[in-house]
């Protein structure tokens, strides 16, 4: 499985963003997508992820961005979105698509190249 991130970029305080992740490859056995990110000199952290094989979209996230980030999927595209809304300086780092295969145990994380943040005046 194959993660292209494409979206990020350099924003201001209080503005949008909008990351989207296509896979490819041996799709059919991924079951959950999302976002992690990682700031410098900080450990790697979950953003947002949705279980991608159900129609209602189960989405799970982190308590520093509800309310301001939502994740979305197009199963026909393979394609995970995350628009992030009310950007703050703190929001700076790398942003990760993550796959998780769960039909293996313990589930297997494929992991795309990142996509930098930069939320700056």
């Known amino acids: 499985v194959k993660l292209v991130e494409s979206g990020g970029g350099l924003v201001q305080p209080g503005g949008s963003l909008r990351l989207s992740c296509v896979a490819s490859g041996t799709v059919y056995s991924i079951n959950e997508m999302g976002w992690y990110r990682q700031a410098p000199g900080s450990e790697r952290e979950l953003v947002a992820t949705?279980?991608?094989?159900?129609?209602?979209?189960?989405?799970k996230y982190a308590d520093f961005v509800k309310g301001r980030f939502t994740v979305s999927k197009d199963n026909a595209a393979n394609t995970v979105h995350l628009q992030m809304n009310a950007l703050k300086p703190e929001d700076t780092a790398v942003y990760f698509c993550?796959?998780?295969?769960?039909?293996?145990?313990?589930?297997?994380?494929?992991w795309g190249q990142g996509t930098p943040v930069t939320v700056s005046s």
């Open positions: 949705i279980i991608s094989d159900r129609s209602d979209g189960t989405a």
């Open positions: 993550n796959a998780r295969d769960h039909a293996i145990q313990p589930p297997y994380d494929y």
